[in-house]
């Protein structure tokens, strides 16, 4: 029974690791280096003789319970990170879950947008130092004391 609550409480711990790496873009190497642990994670019961760790039945619940709550964990957490990093969306936490769960590439196609209109927005507009917003490129409007 151990066994289950250890793979249980790996796959959560990934799963927040996966969304870690996947959100707001994704990052190679915590991508690959998280994809070797879990499939050692799979493997590693089923290597014969697997009866020396667990009877076969259980690391069979073993994989299916990393698997089931790694995908719960790592939908759930990106809901939240997207909520963090992207509130312009106007989605709602289970919209960005459900969004999640069926293929970010949406999220990530709109967030990219919204990158390149703050960076137009920030070519377009400067900052003088002391709070206010001016035009970058209206030079009377400069009062400098």
């Known amino acids: 029974m151990i066994w289950l609550a250890i793979m249980t409480l790996s796959g959560a711990s990934l799963g927040i690791y996966q969304a870690l790496a996947m959100v707001p873009k994704v990052r190679t190497l915590p991508f690959i280096g998280q994809a070797l642990i879990i499939a050692g994670l799979i493997v590693w019961p089923n290597i014969p003789p697997n009866d020396v760790i667990a009877p076969a039945w259980l690391n069979f619940a073993g994989v299916a319970a990393f698997v089931i709550t790694m995908a719960s964990a790592s939908t759930l957490y990106s809901a939240k990170l997207w909520m963090d990093y992207f509130p312009e969306a106007g989605l709602t936490y289970r919209e960005f879950a459900w969004r999640d769960f069926t293929g970010s590439?949406?999220?990530?196609?709109?967030?990219?947008?919204?990158?390149?209109?703050?960076?137009?927005?920030?070519?377009?507009?400067?900052?003088?130092?002391?709070?206010?917003?001016?035009?970058?490129?209206?030079?009377?409007?400069?009062?400098?004391?």
């Open 105 to 145: 590439f949406y999220i990530r196609q709109q967030y990219a947008a919204m990158l390149a209109d703050r960076e137009e927005l920030r070519a377009t507009w400067d900052y003088d130092g002391r709070g206010a917003i001016r035009p970058a490129n209206d030079e009377a409007s400069t009062n400098e004391p």
